[in-house]
């Protein structure tokens, strides 16, 4: 079985900041990682996603996200924020041996100050 | 090329009652998903269909079920709701490749 944790239910940033919101998974098998963001009111739109190769994964809207594999972590960064980026943000990860359910982590409220 | 549209959007039943919500899945998509979202929690998954065929059920009562059609589309259906059935309800769409899953917008189900 896989679990995600996000260890920040929000993280309050000034605008321009740079901004880490941290993801780590458990596995027993090799999973595919994904971060996406949900505006208010809204569905789930994919940020970025890892399934192979390099860990340095870049997304939309700036953000990029690093596969630490040793960690089990995949933690999603952007250099300088915008009141924009206000939203909250899920890691969620599928085994590579099941069918198509993601799982997700509890979510990240990312609350940009002016 | 059309995204993922949910109908409706938002909904309000009485404890008891049961429900249907839509799923109109990605154009060539063969394969949806349903998902929960409870109040400030991540999504659970609910259950998944390929091609007409449950192939995958979290874990949830039988009394969530649901269907897929030749054309793709999707419904869930939910008896006998109870207040903890209030949630967002959302679908994902793929093409049978679990790479990357396409949200619609969500149905905003409160019972009361």
């Known amino acids: 079985a896989q679990s995600v944790t996000q260890l920040d239910s929000q993280v309050p940033v000034f605008e321009e900041a740079p901004v880490e919101l941290r993801c780590n998974y458990s596995?027993?098998?090799?999973?595919?990682l994904f971060w996406y963001v949900q505006y208010p009111n809204q569905g789930l739109q994919l940020l970025l996603k890892?399934?192979?190769?390099s860990t340095l994964v870049k997304g939309i809207n700036g953000f990029e996200a690093e596969f630490n594999k040793s960690q089990t972590s995949f933690h999603l960064r952007k250099p300088s924020v915008h009141i924009s980026d206000t939203a909250e943000y899920f890691c969620a990860v599928i085994a590579m041996d099941s069918n198509y359910q993601l799982i997700w982590g509890a979510g990240t409220k990312l609350i940009i100050k002016p | 090329e059309t995204g993922v549209t949910q109908s409706p959007t938002h909904l309000i039943k009485t404890r008891g009652q049961q429900v249907t919500l839509r799923c109109s899945s990605q154009?060539?998509?063969?394969?949806v998903s349903w998902y929960q979202q409870a109040l400030g929690q991540g999504p659970q998954f609910i259950f998944q269909?390929?091609?007409?065929?449950?192939?995958g059920r979290g874990n949830f009562p039988p009394r969530f079920s649901g269907l897929q059609f030749p054309n793709y589309s999707s419904e869930l259906n939910v008896n006998a709701l109870e207040l903890d059935d209030s949630a967002l309800y959302l679908c994902?769409?793929?093409?049978?490749?679990?790479?990357?899953?396409?949200f619609g917008q969500g149905t905003r189900l409160t019972v009361v």
């Open positions: 596995s027993s098998v090799s999973v595919y």
């Open positions: 890892y399934l192979s190769g």
């Open positions: 154009s060539g998509h063969n394969t």
């Open positions: 269909y390929y091609r007409e065929e449950e192939n």
């Open positions: 994902a769409s793929s093409l049978g490749d679990k790479t990357e899953a396409f």
